[in-house]
Nanobody, 122 residues
Framework: QVQLVESGGGLVQAGASLRLSCAAS????????MGWFRQAPGKEREFVAA????????TYADSVKGRLTISRDNAKNTVYLQMNSLKPGDTAGYYC???????????????WGQGTQVTVSS
């Protein structure tokens, strides 16, 4: 089991960039696949991006491809989400997820953080 704490959210204008961070505790972090999800008001939580334990493979939702990039630093027990060219439609709570396998984290199974809010104004 890993504990996750997200940070880096905020209020920005359309076109701006943000970098979210997710700090994990627990010695098993480097063996876990990691992911980011988001949930807008009145909508279900949706998958954003995921990365394998080694960082060698990533996958993204079509809506964020080319704008958002997931990465990880196993030495720092941290996963990142670099968000560029932000749009008002990206406004949501962003949640970090961890799971033992890549397929599990993409499916939204495993451990969750408390989330960080991203608000993009037009």
């Amino acid at each position: 089991q890993v504990q996750l704490v997200e940070s880096g959210g905020g209020l920005v204008q359309a076109g701006a960039s943000l970098r979210l961070s997710c700090a994990a505790s627990g010695r098993t972090f480097s063996t876990y696949a990691m992911g980011w999800f988001r949930q807008a008001p009145g909508k279900e939580r949706e998958f954003v991006a995921a990365i394998t334990w080694s960082g060698g493979s990533t996958t993204y939702a079509d809506s964020v491809k080319g704008r958002l990039t997931i990465s990880r630093d196993n030495a720092k027990n941290t996963v990142y989400l670099q968000m560029n060219s932000l749009k008002p439609g990206d406004t949501a709570g962003y949640y970090c997820a961890a799971a033992p396998t890549f397929s599990m984290v993409v499916a939204g199974q495993g451990s969750w953080g408390q989330g960080t809010q991203v608000t993009v104004s037009s």
